[in-house]
T-cell receptor, first 110, second 114 residues
Framework: GEDVEQSLFLSVREGDSSVINCTYT??????LYWYKQEPGAGLQLLTY?????DMKQDQRLTVLLNKKDKHLSLRIADTQTGDSAIYFC??????????FGTGTKLQVIP | DADVTQTPRNRITKTGKRIMLECSQT?????MYWYRQDPGLGLRLIYY???????NKGEISDGYSVSRQAQAKFSLSLESAIPNQTALYFC?????????????FGPGTRLTVL
């Protein structure tokens, strides 16, 4: 079945850039997503990228997709303490169910 | 008001008890999902429903059952709870008319089985 892998933990200093990485196995993925989970809350979609794109930028967020290597990354510029959360990578074939990764806990040190 | 609500938010129960977790949504979405979250394992899909008459098993359905009572309601049951079902449970919805398949999550139910 589909598999999505992420490292479990990342620690950065406030003001630095954060890069969260993800690898997936499903070559038929149509959409790839980044969800954010703040403490005590459910997941919320942060951004997504269509599989025919290489990059998507949205304010402080940059998503890079290397389809050949099945690698997705999320870069957060000027990381703030409010960015501390768990970030989930996910993939979907479009109209099918979504497969989530293990989540990366981002700790921002003031 | 929250678009996806879950009740209860917290529950402590004993091994062998029957438990029902409920999910309601006001988003008008046709698809609903139940996930469990465990540290280091991420989110795993238990069951999903693409409409009222469609129920599908996810990757970890053993020990669970579901009921889609209406388009807006999707409940998850543990017929005989066991300690390794202690986890954070999330309900989610999505709209099949939206191509990017964004999922909208409830706030979660923390279940502890003693």
């Amino acid at each position: 079945g589909e598999d999505v892998e992420q490292s479990l933990f990342l620690s950065v200093r406030e003001g630095d850039s954060s890069v969260i990485n993800c690898t997936y196995t499903d070559s038929s993925s149509t959409y790839l997503y980044w969800y954010k989970q703040e403490p005590g809350a459910g997941l919320q979609l942060l951004t997504y990228i269509f599989s025919n794109m290489d990059m998507k930028q949205d304010q402080r967020l940059t998503v890079l997709l290397n389809k050949k290597d099945k690698h997705l990354s999320l870069r957060i510029a000027d990381t703030q303490t409010g960015d501390s959360a768990i970030y989930f990578c996910a993939e979907s074939g479009g109209y099918q169910k979504v497969t989530f990764g293990t989540g990366t806990k981002l700790q921002v040190i003031p | 008001d929250a678009d996806v609500t879950q009740t209860p938010r917290n529950r402590i129960t004993k091994t062998g008890k029957r438990i029902m977790l409920e999910c309601s949504q006001t988003k008008g979405h046709d698809r609903m999902y139940w996930y469990r979250q465990d540290p280091g394992l991420g989110l795993r899909l238990i069951y999903y429903s693409f409409d009222v008459k469609d129920i599908n098993k996810g990757e970890i359905s053993d020990g669970y059952s579901v009921s889609r009572q209406a388009q807006a309601k999707f409940s998850l049951s543990l017929e005989s709870a066991i300690p390794n079902q202690t986890a954070l449970y999330f309900c989610a919805t999505s709209d099949s008319q939206r191509g990017q398949n964004e999922q909208f999550f409830g706030p979660g139910t923390r279940l502890t089985v003693l």
